[in-house]
C-alpha cells in the first residue's frame, strides 16, 4: 500500500491510498468467498465450489462493491494511523479506480481534522434595526385581512361582473359539440382575453368572442390556440366583508372592537421584534465571522451541501424537472447551483462552531422552557400541532435539531443583550 498525503487546510487532510496487487487480489479473492455462500451450486456444499465456476454466477457490480468494501476496509485505519492522524468524524471515501484483471485498486480519503475556532471579541458587537412600532394602517390592514376570511359571498345584482367577483362561466368553442366546459375563475385573474370578455357580464349572458389561450392553459387540448368561443355565465358572486364592529370583533372572541385592535397590536409587534431580530442576527454572525479566525474540515459542510442538493433534485423531481432545469429557471448553471449551496453550507457550519463555543464558554445552559418555546416555533413553522412535530422529530431521530436550534436562540439573545444595537427610522431604512 502506497499513500500520498495533501493538506487541504488545517483541518483536512486527503490520502491517495494505491493498494499493491497482491492485496487487491486478496480482497477480490475475500469477496469471491463471501458472495460464493450465497450461490447455490448443484454437488457443492455452499461456498466451496471452485471459483471459476461460481465466477459466472455471481454479478459483477455486487462482487465489485463486495470487493472495494473488503479492501477499503482494510487498509482504511492502516492509511490513517501511518500518517498520525486523529479524525474528528468519519472519514469521506471515494474510490477511484479497481479493476480486477489489472489487480489495480486506488481510493481517496478526506480526513476530518478537529476544527480551529479562535473567536474575536463577541461582547462589543453592534448592528442597526428600525424601531419596532406599530402603527394604526398597520392595524387597519390586518383588519381588513381578518374581514377578508370572514367574509361571505353574495349573487351579484344589478350589474356586470367586475374584478375580484367569482364567476362561473360555460365555455364552448363554436365549432366544438357538446355542452363546452365550466370554470370557476376570478374576474381579473385569469388571462387578458378572458378577463376582457366577462367583465360587465351579468349572469346567465352569453357573448360569442376569440379567446388566445395560454400555452400552459389547464385544459391542454385548447392550451396556445386561439379559438372561436361561445361564453355562458352561470353565475356571480362577490365577497360581502362584515361590518367592522364590536360583533365582529366578538366573532373573534374579543370582548369589543378596541380590545381586538390592542391584541392585534401586541401581535404586529411581536412578529415585527422577532423578524427584525433576525435581520440584527445576521449582522452579529457576520460581525464575529469576520473578528474570529475559523477552518472547519471540508467533509463537515460538504455533507450539509450534498444533503441540501439531493433534498432540490427529490423535490424537483416530484415536479418532472431536473436539478439542471431547477438552475436554469434561478437563471444559474448547475455548476454555479453547487458552488452557492457550498457557500452557504460553510458559512452555517462556521456559525454554529461559533455559536456552540460562545454556549460553552459562556455557561449557558437549555430550560424546558427554551425547548418548549422552540418546539412551539418550529411547528409554526412546519405548519404542525407541536406534539405531531416532537413524535415526528424523535422517529426521525432528530431531536438534536430542535436542541441546537434552541441553542441557537439561546445564544443569539445573549449576543444581542451584549450588542449594542442602534435603532435607525423608516426614512434611513435604504441607506
Given at each position: 500500500m502506497k499513500t500520498v498525503r495533501e493538506d487541504l487546510n488545517p483541518c483536512t487532510v486527503q490520502l491517495t491510498v494505491t493498494c499493491e496487487p497482491e492485496e487487491v487480489e486478496a480482497g477480490f479473492e475475500r469477496a469471491y468467498r463471501k458472495l460464493s455462500k450465497k450461490i447455490k451450486v448443484p454437488g457443492f456444499r455452499p461456498g466451496k465450489a471452485p471459483r471459476d465456476v461460481v465466477r459466472g454466477l455471481i454479478p459483477k457490480d455486487d462482487l465489485y462493491n463486495e470487493a472495494a468494501e473488503t479492501i477499503v476496509r482494510a487498509h482504511f485505519g492502516k492509511a490513517i494511523e501511518a500518517e498520525g492522524l486523529s479524525p474528528y468524524s468519519a472519514p469521506a471515501v471515494e474510490l477511484r479506480k479497481l479493476n480486477e484483471e489489472q489487480s489495480e485498486c486506488e481510493f481517496i480519503l478526506k480526513v476530518p481534522l478537529e476544527p480551529k475556532v479562535e473567536l474575536g471579541d463577541y461582547k462589543s458587537l453592534s448592528a442597526?434595526?428600525?424601531?419596532?412600532?406599530?402603527?394604526?394602517?398597520?392595524i387597519d390592514r390586518q383588519l381588513?385581512?381578518?374581514?377578508?376570511?370572514?367574509?361571505?359571498?353574495?349573487?351579484?345584482?344589478?350589474?356586470?361582473?367586475?374584478?375580484?367577483d367569482v364567476a362561473v362561466v360555460n365555455i364552448k368553442p363554436t365549432q366544438a359539440e357538446g355542452d363546452g366546459r365550466t370554470f370557476a375563475v376570478v374576474v381579473g385573474q385569469t388571462f387578458p382575453e378572458l378577463d376582457e370578455a366577462v367583465r360587465g357580464m351579468a349572469t346567465d349572458g352569453v357573448k360569442v368572442c376569440g379567446?388566445?389561450?395560454?400555452a400552459n392553459f389547464q385544459e391542454s387540448d385548447w392550451a396556445g390556440q386561439t379559438l372561436e368561443c361561445q361564453l355562458t355565465m352561470r353565475s356571480l358572486t362577490h365577497p360581502k366583508l362584515p361590518e367592522l364592529d364590536d360583533a365582529f370583533a366578538q366573532s373573534l372572541d374579543?370582548?369589543?372592537?378596541?380590545?381586538?385592535?390592542?391584541?392585534?397590536?401586541?401581535?404586529?409587534?411581536?412578529?415585527?421584534?422577532?423578524?427584525?431580530?433576525?435581520?440584527?442576527?445576521?449582522?452579529?454572525?457576520?460581525?464575529?465571522?469576520?473578528?474570529?479566525?475559523?477552518?472547519?474540515p471540508d467533509t463537515m459542510w460538504e455533507q450539509v451541501a450534498n444533503q441540501r442538493l439531493r433534498e432540490i433534485a427529490e423535490e424537483q423531481a416530484k415536479q418532472g424537472r431536473t436539478l439542471e432545469q431547477y438552475a436554469a429557471q434561478q437563471n444559474m448553471t448547475l455548476e454555479s447551483l453547487v458552488e452557492a449551496q457550498r457557500n452557504e453550507a460553510k458559512l452555517h457550519v462556521i456559525r454554529a462552531l461559533m455559536v456552540r463555543r460562545i454556549f460553552e464558554a459562556e455557561g449557558l445552559k437549555l430550560t424546558n422552557e427554551d425547548l418548549n418555546l422552540e418546539l412551539l416555533r418550529m411547528s409554526q413553522e412546519y405548519g404542525m400541532r407541536p406534539e405531531d412535530l416532537l413524535k415526528a422529530l424523535r422517529q426521525a431521530n432528530a431531536l438534536n435539531e430542535l436542541q441546537f436550534r434552541a441553542v441557537f436562540e439561546k445564544v443569539m439573545q445573549y449576543l444581542r443583550e451584549q450588542s449594542e444595537i442602534v435603532e435607525y427610522g423608516e426614512s434611513q431604512q435604504s441607506s
Open positions: 442597526r434595526r428600525p424601531p419596532i412600532a406599530v402603527s394604526e394602517e398597520d381588513e385581512t381578518l374581514r377578508q376570511r370572514r367574509a361571505t359571498r353574495e349573487p351579484v345584482e344589478g350589474r356586470g361582473a367586475e374584478d375580484g379567446l388566445t389561450f395560454p374579543k370582548e369589543n372592537l378596541e380590545q381586538l385592535r390592542e391584541d392585534l397590536r401586541q401581535q404586529i409587534a411581536k412578529a415585527k421584534e422577532e423578524f427584525y431580530n433576525s435581520y440584527v442576527n445576521e449582522q452579529l454572525l457576520e460581525m464575529l465571522r469576520e473578528r474570529s479566525q475559523i477552518e472547519v
